[in-house]
């Protein structure tokens, strides 16, 4: 990690990146999604990535609860943002073991994330770093 900021077109870009390339798995030492599919509640699940990266999605309810996990293993930490319609609604961090996984997690009340799109951001404090996201809404 250099310590530079991306710019926000770079962080979107990387985001659509992901999302282009259909959420499917990266090569990493050890396989298998951190965590497991969210279900009917999912609105994203990106089963296992390595280094930076992220998520766009659409289909969010300002009606519901939304709740954001990551999960990362490989040594070093994940810093999480998620921003919801141009607002920055969670961010946090994630520590990372080296041979076990660490998870994080925030829940956001209803309207905290309004409806529609919605972005995830992941960066992660070294290209080795493996993580996983789910975004889901319970009803």
């Not at 985001?15 to 951190?34: I, Q």
């Not at 997690?105 to 951001?121: I, L, N, R």
Request: charged share 15%; hydrophobic share 45%.
């Amino acid at each position: 990690m250099t310590g530079v900021r991306k710019t926000a077109t770079v962080a979107l870009l990387a985001m659509l990146g992901v999302a282009g390339a259909g959420l499917a798995p990266a090569a990493a030492a050890t396989t298998g999604a951190l965590l497991p599919h969210p279900g009917p509640d999912g609105l994203v699940w990106v089963p296992e990535r390595t280094g930076d990266g992220g998520v766009v999605s659409g289909g969010a309810s300002d009606r519901l609860p939304t709740v954001l996990t990551v999960a990362c293993e490989g040594g070093g930490d994940v810093r999480v943002t998620m921003d919801s319609q141009g607002t920055q609604v969670a961010a946090f961090t994630v520590d990372c073991p080296a041979g076990s996984a660490g998870v994080g997690s925030v829940s956001m009340d209803p309207g905290v994330v309004q409806w529609g799109s919605f972005a995830v951001g992941v960066d992660a404090s070294h290209d080795a770093v493996r993580w996983s996201l789910t975004v889901t809404q319970p009803e």
